[in-house]
């Protein structure tokens, strides 16, 4: 059962803007804190930004910060507002939760991730 769906990717020019959205399913269950990663081709996945669910607490990649904003809507829609976008943001973007699960776990800024969505795919041209 699919639990986070991302969608929002897209190809977009340099300096253009995306907002990514992660759908949470009830099945998902309660989460702590929720974000986003992106792997790029021949590169391992790194994060790009947390929130914590509850406080409202935000973390960023210096790589993205000040051009990213991380967001959550009522415990059902977390978001990723992307602006400035360059093409080394081209990567697939996944949306994460907190827990475990057959699919790995990430350890990021003293988040650890370990539920996934399936990805979308962004694309930055020069």
């Known amino acids: 059962q699919v639990q986070l769906v991302e969608s929002g990717g897209g190809s977009v020019q340099a300096g253009g803007s995306l907002r990514l959205s992660c759908t949470v399913s009830e099945s998902t269950g309660r989460r702590n804190f929720m974000g986003w990663f992106r792997q790029a081709p021949g590169k391992e996945r790194e994060g790009v930004a947390a929130i914590v669910t509850g406080g409202g607490s935000t973390d960023y990649a210096d790589s993205v910060k000040g051009r990213f904003t991380i967001s959550q809507d009522n415990g059902h829609t977390v978001y990723l507002q992307m602006n400035s976008l360059k093409p080394e943001d081209t990567a697939m973007y996944y949306c994460?939760?907190?827990?475990?699960?057959?699919?790995?776990?990430?350890?990021?800024?003293?988040?650890?991730?370990?539920?996934w969505g399936q990805g979308t795919q962004v694309t930055v041209s020069s």
């Open positions: 994460a939760a907190d827990g475990g699960g057959p699919r790995g776990t990430r350890l990021w800024h003293g988040y650890l991730f370990g539920r």
